[in-house]
């Protein structure tokens, strides 16, 4: 009768001490993640933390690359519009990282519309090519869940999960540079770091609910590089962001979101030398038809109603703090009298 208790207990013994080596190994990388992983000026960290953290619900959600959480000011369309917003743009944003933001806003807050801003470069990335660093910025700081697993098994290859699972694998030989460490340290244990406070560069800030503020202001007559930027490519593969432009388009009829296709402005000059605009303006189109989603493309907004300067510009693809609040308000109005959007917009770029 002993028997089947002993075993019982060497059993609940071994347990225990695997559970204690788990939760060991656990505070060691995380001590060693504190040490190494350099995110003192991390907008995502800010962004990630203010989602799970915010107690006002998120009605109005902003996903994309670096275009989108530049180009969207969620408190000022919150303002205009009384839907509580957030921008979880982040830089280099793929589809497969928007899809499980997507889920993970789904978790925390009751969202009801959905603005995917659609850059063309992007779709036609594949998975073996593109950056996984914008896909690391972001499920370093999601929380343990079923959601965060599926994410990081399925953005890369299993000879990145290394790097993607232990965050300071990726720069594991500073661990020997006590130099580093001490100056990685001595910034993490200031207020603002421990307080999650806005992070502050030279000309740029992180305001609040995703959105980065920029007041640097392009200026195209110093630009003497127009020959180096690329044309339009829309011969690579876009099956794995189409994969996942489509699981979002079903997340969102499964939860009853409103989904809705932007693209941010980019400057004029810009366009005309990449160009020509319209065949990337008709695939993306073609995507919002096919799945009966509005698309709403800034570079298509007639001057009258949206009037973007160079001074608009913090570069040739990215507005600064003014030219977001321009296309904050455009897009508020429009969220207030969709009739509008017909009158806003033309059929193509060419004929703006």
Same mark, same amino acid.
């Given at each position: 009768m002993g028997i089947p208790g002993k075993k019982l207990k060497e059993a609940a013994r071994a347990f225990l001490v695997l559970l204690a080596v788990f939760l060991l190994l656990s505070l060691l990388v995380k001590g060693l993640n504190y040490l190494v992983v350099d995110d003192a000026d991390s907008y995502t960290r800010l962004a990630m933390h203010e989602l799970y953290t915010q107690e006002e619900p998120v009605e109005t959600l902003f996903l994309g690359s670096s275009h989108c959480f530049r180009a969207y000011d969620p408190a000022l369309y919150q303002e205009l519009t009384g839907e509580s917003a957030f921008n979880l743009g982040s830089s280099s944003q793929n589809y497969d990282t928007s899809y499980h933001l997507l889920k993970e806003a789904i978790a925390c807050h009751p969202v009801k519309k959905v603005y995917l801003d659609m850059y063309y470069a992007f779709l036609f990335i594949g998975q073996q090519d593109r950056d996984l660093v914008q896909a690391n910025i972001i499920s370093d700081y999601m929380r343990p869940s079923v959601n965060k697993l599926?994410?990081?098994?399925?953005?890369?290859?299993s000879e990145h999960y290394t790097n993607t699972l232990l965050p300071f694998r990726r720069n594991w030989r500073l661990l020997g540079d006590w130099k580093y460490l001490e100056e990685n340290l001595a910034r993490k244990r200031q207020v603002a770091y421990v307080n999650y406070e806005p992070v502050v560069h030279e000309e740029e800030r992180y305001v609040g609910r995703g959105f980065v503020s920029s007041s640097q202001v392009l200026k195209p007559e110093e630009i003497t590089w127009w020959e180096k930027f690329s044309e339009i490519d829309l011969t690579g593969d876009d099956s794995f962001a189409r994969s996942y432009v489509e699981r979002i388009v079903r997340l969102c009829q499964e939860e009853n979101i409103q989904l809705i296709f932007v693209t941010a402005p980019s400057y004029e000059e810009y366009l005309k030398v990449v160009g020509p605009y319209d065949p990337a303006h008709a695939y993306i189109e073609e995507l919002a038809e096919k799945y009966g989603v509005p698309y709403l493309d800034f570079n298509l907004c007639q001057q009258e109603y949206l009037d973007l300067m160079a001074g608009?510009?913090?570069?040739?693809?990215?507005?600064?703090?003014?030219?977001?609040?321009?296309?904050?308000?455009?897009?508020?109005?429009?969220?207030?009298?969709?009739?509008?959007?017909?009158? $806003?917009? +033309?059929?193509? $770029?060419? +004929?703006?």
């Open positions: 599926d994410f990081v098994l399925h953005m890369s290859g608009d510009y913090m570069d040739v693809d990215h507005l600064n703090g003014q030219g977001a609040g321009k296309v904050t308000e455009t897009l508020a109005k429009l969220a207030n009298e969709p009739s509008l959007i017909d009158e $806003y917009f +033309v059929s193509c $770029y060419d +004929v703006r």
